[in-house]
């Protein structure tokens, strides 16, 4: 997913530097829908999102009839280049991929939990121990899971970062 978006990011990057050779009233004004965009995106957080803002720039390029034609048809052919990544990054947010892992860690937590419960030990101190070190255990494997950093949970908070960064720095840099 971050790489996904990490490649639209790159892609907005290189359409607003070619805008830098337009003149001003037309530069700004593309600008403000690229801001707009990317804020939308890094806002929502759910597939699909900035599609009116993108929508826009669509519409500018498609009735421009001002002097620039060729720099506004190549940003239009940006756009619809973006629109695979934009498509792609839509579909990974609607599988949720990254909100499988904690149901099923939740659920293999629960059943371990449970079986160290109906175990009986009887009055034998060395269950009681084998008890109390597979519950130790499975807490212990539950706190590195969380703090693990490979997890994708973990990735998919970081997804976002490519946009605020483009914003954050007015388009001079992505990471």
Not at 11 to 29: A, H
Not at 42 to 70: F, M, S, W
Not at 88 to 114: C, D, P, R
């Amino acid at each position: 997913m971050h790489k996904t978006a990490r490649a639209e990011a790159n892609s907005i990057f290189e359409m607003v530097l070619g805008l830098k050779q337009l003149p001003e009233d037309i530069r700004n004004p593309l600008q403000d829908k690229f801001n707009a965009y990317l804020k939308t995106c890094a806002k929502q957080r759910k597939p699909g999102q900035g599609e009116t803002e993108y929508e826009d720039l669509i519409t500018y390029c498609v009735n421009y009839k001002g002097g620039h034609k060729e720099e506004i048809d190549d940003l239009l052919d940006g756009l619809v280049k973006n629109q695979q990544n934009r498509t792609q990054f839509s579909m990974l947010l609607a599988n949720k991929i990254f909100s499988h892992e904690w149901f099923i860690m939740f659920v293999l937590y629960g059943i371990t939990t449970g079986f160290i419960l109906t175990i009986y030990t009887g009055k034998i101190l060395v269950y009681k121990l084998v008890a109390g070190f597979l519950a130790a255990g499975l807490t212990m494997l539950l706190v590195i899971l969380i703090k693990l950093s490979t997890l994708t949970h973990k990735k998919a908070h970081q997804a976002w970062n490519p946009y605020r960064r483009l914003i954050e720095t007015h388009y001079y840099r992505i990471d």
